[in-house]
């Protein structure tokens, strides 16, 4: 497998991991390690590093919800120009052009269920070329970028026995 691949979905597992750790378990030299990830940083293959966040834990009442959103292109607007648009919004983590029945599946985070409502229905809707939302809240996280979630083996079902 090329060295960059390898090494991507190393960091993609755990970006935390020592230059020295990867170029072990890459076969590498370290410096080499540390020239590819620049060399992908470069090329934009890295956009960055973060911390996947399980706000249950730490107590924080944080809202997301998922947003699909319809829109309707005219001769100049582009899906290019409403994604930059919608991207600049900090309440918007995640932002994809899909295939189906919507055209945008959009993550929207608040501090509360008002917070997010408001901010589809003030920020997102009155973009002219958007047509139509509906707005998905999530309830629970098991799984979020490959890393799962909390102990969710607990099986608090009664047992029913005759």
Not at 62 to 80: F, G, I, Q, S
């Amino acid at each position: 497998m090329d060295e960059k691949r390898e090494l991507l979905d190393l960091l993609r597992h755990s970006a935390r991991e020592s230059t020295a750790d990867i170029a072990r378990q890459l076969g590498i030299e370290e410096a080499r390690v540390e020239a590819l990830v620049a060399e992908l940083e470069d090329e934009g293959a890295i956009r960055g590093y973060q911390a996947i966040v399980d706000w249950d834990a730490v107590d924080e009442e944080r809202v997301t919800a998922m947003v699909e959103l319809n829109v309707e292109l005219d001769r100049e607007t582009k899906y290019t120009d409403i994604s930059a648009r919608i991207a600049k919004f900090p309440e918007v983590s995640d932002l994809k052009l899909v295939s189906g029945d919507y055209d945008f599946a959009v993550e929207v985070s608040g501090d509360s269920m008002h917070d997010v409502s408001m901010f589809v229905s003030e920020r997102i809707a009155p973009i002219p070329e958007v047509t139509q939302t509906v707005t998905h809240f999530v309830m629970d996280t098991y799984k979020e970028r490959g890393i799962e979630f909390g102990d969710h083996t607990d099986d608090d079902r009664l047992t029913y026995s005759p």
